[in-house]
């Protein structure tokens, strides 16, 4: 498999098979960038010259569910089936989730409507 170089905004984006594989840029103060993709396109690695590297997972839908970086932080997330965050936490303690909807009472006011019949045609 031959990877493909491509330089889009001053960085280097490499391919493999068409698919963006690796990226490196370097701007006017010397910091170096360095990223790795799977096959859809998540960021999965990244790594700068000032020594900090992370590392990301990814559910089916390319939701960000895990990550941890090279300081040692780690942080998980949950979503909802149409990708809304609900739930986070951290190793350093920090937690915060939404209820679910269903847990939710809600007041509705009930309206005197005329009725009306559907008729066949």
Avoid: A, C, Q
Wanted: hydrophobic letters at 25%; a negative charge; charged letters at 40%.
């Amino acid at each position: 498999m031959k990877l493909i170089k491509k330089i889009i905004d001053r960085t280097e984006v490499y391919f493999k098979n068409g698919v963006k594989k690796y990226e490196h840029s370097k701007n006017s103060d010397g910091l170096e960038e360095w990223r790795e993709y799977d096959s859809k396109g998540n960021n999965i690695y990244f790594k700068n010259s000032n020594g900090l590297e992370e590392w990301r997972e990814y559910d089916s839908k390319g939701n960000n569910i895990y990550s941890k970086d090279s300081d040692g932080l780690e942080e998980w997330r949950e979503y909802d089936s149409i990708g809304n965050k609900i739930h986070f936490k951290n190793s350093d303690g920090e937690e915060w989730g939404k209820k679910d909807i269903s847990d939710v009472e809600v007041e509705v006011e009930v309206v005197d409507i005329e009725p009306f019949t559907f008729k066949n045609k």
